[in-house]
């Protein structure tokens, strides 16, 4: 049996991960190892390097198989695939070489109904749905007329909040801004700190300050000349 092409592994969701890979013409079946550690390349590559690296088996599909989603995981950790044909000759199943490594977190989604609401001429209010499991958000901002992108350091709270929000404050009167926000997992390390796993984007949304006055900013009436 030949080695398996094209493997690749991306997040489709919290508790999701999808892989993808070319079909071998041929194939009886194919087995589908994964590890949390990154040093298992070296053993599926040499077994005589690291005998004590253990993968495990989350699958064994037929041979028409080009895909697979594993459900098993969990967001804050890097999941390590490889994947290998097999052939049944007689009483013997053969294997092939294992595929490049492929390599993936699970990310939250997207958070959804994202609003921003002027509450002042100089503050603003963004607030959104919570993401089951994530309980770290990063708030993106910009006034409308710049191309730079700043952003909130990582900001958390209640996990029992079903609505989060956090207030740009110091803005200029009468100026809009727009705002997109992204959740995260996070792993923590005595050594490291936290370690964020950065989710989807939500949608871009806009708020102009109060005027001075605070007066709400209306619409200019067209006028209408008699005939």
Excluded: M
């Excluded at 087995?31 to 253990?54: F, G, M």
């Amino acid at each position: 049996p030949g080695s398996v092409a094209g493997l690749v592994a991306r997040s489709t969701g919290a508790n999701s991960i999808t892989l993808e890979w070319t079909a071998n013409s041929g194939a009886e079946g194919y087995e589908i190892h994964r590890t949390e550690s990154a040093l298992q390349e070296d053993y599926w590559v040499n077994p005589n390097i690291s005998p004590w690296l253990d993968s495990v088996v989350v699958a064994t599909l037929d041979g028409a198989a080009d895909g697979f989603e594993d459900t098993d995981v969990w967001g804050g950790q890097y999941y390590y695939y490889a994947i290998r044909e097999f052939r049944t000759v007689g009483d013997t199943k053969l294997y092939g070489g294992f595929s490049p490594l492929a390599v993936a977190t699970p990310v939250p989604s997207a958070p959804q109904n994202i609003g921003a609401t002027a509450e002042s001429s100089t503050r603003i209010r963004v607030a959104w749905d919570r993401i089951p499991g994530a309980y770290w958000y990063r708030v993106w901002y910009r006034p409308v007329w710049s191309g730079t992108w700043d952003y909130t350091a990582p900001l958390t709270g209640s996990e029992y909040d079903p609505i989060w929000e956090w207030y740009h404050e110091g803005l200029a009167p009468d100026t809009s801004y727009e705002y997109w926000v992204e959740g995260a997992y996070s792993s923590y390390r005595q050594w490291a700190g936290y370690t964020y796993y950065w989710g989807e984007d939500s949608a871009v949304v806009s708020a102009a300050t109060l005027p001075d006055n605070g007066a709400p900013v209306l619409s200019p009436i067209a006028t209408i000349s008699a005939p």
